[in-house]
């Protein structure tokens, strides 16, 4: 998504060229470009899929919504499985329209997770619940911190459901460090993202984030809380920002490999 | 601020005669108006100042800032004192430009408190640290939960340093009802106030709060935290939002009452 002017096969490409072992690939793209012509072609080209986004969106309250909603996550799960990787990325849902009941909407997270975690085992793929950024709670996703993903997520065996950590979401909070301890304690790191964090946000704030190194978030010191942790995977960078997406993408990939190397790895 | 497209008399005037017994004034219209002028109106109007906006802006390294910052302050406490309200809210301020370093501006807040403290008491001032939302954290207010603010107070008095418990900055926060009720515990709830949350978010993302009764959040569920916790004190509604002050001020300042007494008080 950092890169979405690029075509799949443009992506995988200029990822051979860059030296970009794993890509972290969405639904829509892929579906655009076909499920197994995706995955051949990443195969093909010796590049692993690190993780698919995205899932999730279990908030609902209508049986009818809820039973559309497990499908659809069926269903994304299949296309991980074919896609080769092994971590599926959700974004748990916001509140239902007129409710106000963030706790109600936490548990139905938990109750989708019940049916879903045994299906993603079977098909050797982990669900890993992303906490957003709390200025996405109400319409995007209700859970905001890593300590509230970990509430729900040890609910299940890690191999079935775990986290995912976006530097973006949680640079904020003094206590995620600690919770990313206690994430790596029982393995449930399922994957580690980059954006950085800057101002001012736009319209909506969900197309804000910032490309490595021009804002206010410590790389570096994020990549030692996981690696403390036992963190061993792919570190992923997810960008959604419109100034970035009107820029030329092979420019933008090749940028974005020099900063991630520049203010994540050096 | 709720009502900034009144002036002060006509904001005092429309207290009176719709029963609102008391008022949160902001330091600039104040000093437009004139403090003395302010305080007297206020006064003979019999309407209690229930807080003065704001203080703060602690974060600055470079000496001469923080002094300037600290005088400022002094300034402040010394309003509050003449306009007859104990509560100065403090908006503890962003990182320092080209800073990563959260902690470090956190702890150059309590350093400034130290100092702003024993000045508050002796005016009679209670100083009041204000959580922002975690979408602040970077441009305007490192403090972004009740557990970062309390960590900061408590090494002060209660009666030098309490908190501002706001719903629209901490609703998403599962833990926040703990910690009001160890705000409550030891006297640190200086004052309450009430913003809903509604999307889209504005660009900038500051003048979104929404009308009480609009958006996502229990008025009635936090009222009784904070009440549970022991605080009587007055209830404040604060909105900035562009729209709302884009209204008649008289009709938007009728509404907003008879939203607080629908959604707060019923």
Same mark, same amino acid.
């Given at each position: 998504m950092t890169v979405k002017q690029l075509s799949i096969p443009e992506l995988v490409a200029d990822c051979v060229e860059l030296g970009i072992p794993g890509i972290g690939l969405w639904r829509d793209p892929v579906q655009q470009y076909g499920l197994d012509a995706t995955a051949k072609l990443v195969r093909d080209a010796g590049l692993t899929v690190t993780t698919l986004c995205r899932g999730g969106?279990?908030?609902?309250?209508?049986p009818a919504e809820r039973a559309a909603a497990l499908d659809d996550n069926r269903r994304a799960i299949d296309e991980a499985a074919t896609l080769g990787t092994d971590t599926l990325v959700l974004v748990s849902g916001g509140l239902p329209a007129g409710s106000k009941d963030l706790h109600g909407a936490r548990e139905r997270i938990a109750d989708a997770l019940s049916e879903l975690g045994p299906y993603a085992e079977q098909h050797g793929v982990r669900l890993a619940i992303e906490p957003l950024h709390p200025m996405f709670a109400s319409d995007r996703c209700v859970v905001s911190t890593l300590a509230q993903a970990l509430d729900i997520a040890e609910r299940f065996p890690a191999h079935q459901v775990g986290v995912t950590v976006d530097t973006y979401h949680i640079w904020w909070d003094d206590t995620a460090p600690a919770q990313i301890a206690r994430a790596g304690a029982s393995g449930r790191i399922h994957t580690f993202q980059l954006a950085d964090w800057i101002t001012? $946000?736009?319209?909506?704030? $969900?197309?804000?984030r910032g490309q490595i190194g021009d804002g206010a978030i410590d790389m570096r010191e994020w990549r030692r809380y996981v690696e403390d942790a036992g963190y061993t995977g792919p570190i992923e960078v997810e960008l959604f920002n419109d100034d970035l997406w009107a820029r030329d993408g092979h420019e933008l990939l090749k940028e974005t490999a020099d900063r991630f190397v520049e203010h994540a790895i050096r």
């Open positions: 969106f279990f908030t609902a309250i209508e001012p $946000l736009p319209e909506g704030v $969900l197309n804000g």
